[in-house]
């Protein structure tokens, strides 16, 4: 089963809130996703609907900037 993980690091003034997103859409804990609000998803295992643009939404009391898109390709 294989694993895919993904990381990001922010600066700014805390608190920072994460939200990670597959193709747009905000993605939760459960099943194989764990860490879709902090600053470290992973995928275990994944699985074939996985694949898509995966991209992270940082915020603070300034406002939010989302990150440069990976891509997880299955």
């Keep these: 089963h294989d694993t895919a993980t993904f990381s990001v690091v922010a600066v700014g003034t805390g608190p ?3 939200q990670w997103r ?3 859409l905000a993605l939760s804990d459960g ?3 764990v860490g879709s ?3 470290m998803l992973v995928i275990s295992p994944v699985q074939t609907g996985d694949a898509g ?3 992270v939404i940082v915020t603070n009391s300034c ?3 989302t990150s440069t ?3 997880l390709i299955i």
Excluded: E, F, K, M
């Design 69 to 71: 898109v990976g891509l």
């Design 22 to 24: 597959r193709s747009g």
């Design 31 to 33: 099943g194989n996703i």
């Design 63 to 65: 406002g939010s900037v």
């Design 37 to 39: 609000q902090t600053t």
């Design 16 to 18: 920072l809130s994460y």
């Design 53 to 55: 643009a995966i991209d």
